[in-house]
């Protein structure tokens, strides 16, 4: 049995750091008798409580509560009225990541390849290097080489592991107006947030994942990390301007 008018309870108000904000309010309540079909309980059910208008309702779920019913409804969005910027855009949003990674590569790719096989003796026969077990003499290079029946160090080796990353930047927009610009393009620079400079690299950015969220959207920015030279101009192009 409840007594008095019960009132509406906050049970989470979380915001990110973006600004993204979920509220979860819920209220006890009583059918007026039992039992009730679904289309009875559900026309006592009580409305959903007002909220500001940066905030859109996403769910409700009723419960049993020691005899009684609770029901929770969980909005999400931004504060205020959603129309004024209470999140952060593109350009001043404090949520950006690295994830830094090896990928193996063929070693046809490598920098230094041509140094390689001067040094060590490698003949490329196609798309194939045959290097020979054991050097003939030393070849003066910045790579070293060795001396003659030295074992080769890179007898058997066909691929070399690379320095590669993903860069994520994740910001709040009014629209989805930027997201597609400059996608499976080259970017040199200019990057949001703080990406990291490696030299003689540029980005490639992929697609954009997005999450509508009450009036905004939730995207991230996705940027990868090209090998030593960059990314082939021919096959990408700039994105510029």
């Known amino acids: 049995m409840i007594y008095g008018e019960p009132g509406i309870h906050i049970d989470d108000d979380?915001?990110?750091?973006i600004g993204i904000r979920t509220l979860v309010l819920s209220q006890m309540w009583q059918?007026?008798?039992?039992?009730l079909t679904m289309a009875e309980l559900l026309a006592e059910t009580p409305a959903a409580p007002e909220v500001p208008g940066g905030?859109?309702?996403?769910?409700?779920?009723?419960?049993?509560?020691?005899?009684?019913?609770?029901?929770?409804?969980?909005?999400?969005?931004?504060?205020?009225?959603?129309?004024?910027?209470?999140?952060?855009?593109?350009?001043?949003s404090p949520d950006y990541r690295f994830e830094p990674?090896?990928?193996?590569v063929d070693?046809?790719?490598h920098p230094e390849i041509q140094s390689m096989l001067t040094a060590y003796e490698g003949t490329l026969i196609g798309d194939q290097i045959f290097w020979s077990p054991t050097l003939s003499g030393g070849v003066a290079t910045g790579l070293g080489g060795g001396q003659s029946g030295q074992l080769n160090?890179?007898?058997?080796?066909?691929?070399?592991?690379?320095?590669?990353?993903?860069?994520?930047?994740?910001?709040?927009?009014?629209?989805?107006?930027?997201?597609?610009?400059?996608?499976?393009?080259?970017?040199?620079?200019g990057?949001?947030?703080e990406a990291p400079n490696y030299t003689d690299r540029d980005w490639l950015k992929a697609p954009s994942p997005w999450r509508r969220r009450g009036p905004v959207f939730d995207i991230q920015e996705i940027y990868w990390l090209s090998g030593p030279g960059g990314w082939p101009q021919p096959v990408y192009g700039s994105a510029q301007k």
Not at 163 to 169: D, F, K, P, Q, S
Request: aromatic letters at 14%.
């Open 14 to 17: 979380q915001t990110d750091r």
């Open 31 to 35: 059918p007026s008798r039992w039992p």
């Open 55 to 92: 905030l859109w309702f996403i769910g409700r779920q009723t419960r049993r509560a020691t005899g009684t019913l609770r029901t929770t409804w969980t909005f999400e969005g931004v504060d205020g009225d959603g129309k004024s910027v209470t999140f952060k855009t593109r350009g001043n």
């Open 101 to 104: 990674g090896f990928a193996q």
């Open 107 to 109: 070693i046809l790719v």
């Open 153 to 189: 160090p890179m007898f058997g080796v066909k691929d070399w592991f690379r320095l590669e990353g993903t860069y994520i930047y994740r910001y709040v927009a009014t629209d989805l107006a930027g997201v597609k610009s400059g996608v499976g393009r080259i970017h040199k620079g």
């Open 191 to 193: 990057l949001p947030g």
